[in-house]
C-alpha cells in the first residue's frame, strides 16, 4: 500500500475524524472548565454562609495549611468580621474509612472559644447515611471548648461511623483552638 493508498483509505478518514472529535472536544472542555471554574474567593464565601448566613464576610485568612491531628486535620482556618472564627476541618474514621468535612464556627464565650455552630462540608462517597445527620445531630457540639467523646448514635442513629468522622473533625478543630485560647 503506498502513502497514495493509505491517505484515500477508509482507516485513514476513520483516523481523521475521530482526532478531530477529541481535539474539539479537548478544547471545549478546556474552555467549559474555565467558565465555570469556582475561584477560592467563593468557595470561601459559600463555606461562611453554609455556617452563618448571609452578611457576614471574611476579615482575614488564618491558614490554609492542613495541620494534621490524631483522627483528623483543620484544613482552613479563617477569621470572620464578626470576631469569630471557622474552621474547615477533615475527620476520619468514616464508613469504610471514608472522610468527613465540616465547617466549625467558634466564637467567644467568656474568656475562650467555644463552639457556636457546624455544618458538614463535604463527604466521601462511601458516607453512606449522610442524611441521618440533622442539624439536632449537630447541634450536640454547641458550646464546647474542650475535645468530646460524644456517643455518635447522638448525633445521628443508625450512621454510627459518619457521626464519629463528624465528632473526629470537631474534635480536631477544638484541638486547634485551644491553642488561641491559651494565646488569647
Not at 476520619?92 to 457546624?118: P, T
Not at 447515611?129 to 471548648?145: E, P, Q
Request: with cysteine; hydrophobic share 40%; aromatic share 8%.
Amino acid at each position: 500500500m503506498t502513502i497514495k493508498q493509505f491517505l484515500q483509505s477508509k482507516i485513514f478518514r476513520c483516523i481523521a475524524v475521530l482526532l478531530c472529535i477529541a481535539l474539539i472536544s479537548g478544547g471545549l472542555l478546556a474552555i467549559l472548565n474555565d467558565l465555570w471554574a469556582v475561584d477560592d474567593e467563593i468557595l470561601i464565601q459559600r463555606g461562611i454562609e453554609s455556617v452563618c448566613g448571609k452578611g457576614v464576610n471574611l476579615k482575614q485568612v488564618i491558614s490554609q495549611e492542613t495541620i494534621e491531628y490524631e483522627s483528623g486535620s483543620v484544613q482552613q482556618v479563617l477569621l470572620l468580621d464578626t470576631n469569630e472564627y471557622l474552621i474547615k476541618a477533615l475527620g476520619k474514621h468514616g464508613f469504610q474509612e471514608g472522610n468527613v468535612s465540616v465547617y466549625v464556627l467558634f466564637a467567644l464565650d467568656g474568656s475562650k472559644y467555644a463552639v457556636k455552630n457546624v455544618a458538614v462540608a463535604d463527604y466521601s462517597s462511601s458516607q453512606t447515611l449522610m442524611s441521618k445527620i440533622t442539624d439536632t445531630g449537630l447541634s450536640k457540639f454547641v458550646g464546647l471548648s474542650e475535645q468530646t467523646n460524644i456517643n455518635p448514635s447522638e448525633i445521628a442513629t443508625g450512621a454510627s461511623y459518619s457521626s464519629t468522622a463528624i465528632k473526629n473533625a470537631v474534635n480536631s478543630a477544638i484541638e486547634y483552638m485551644q491553642t488561641i485560647n491559651m494565646e488569647g
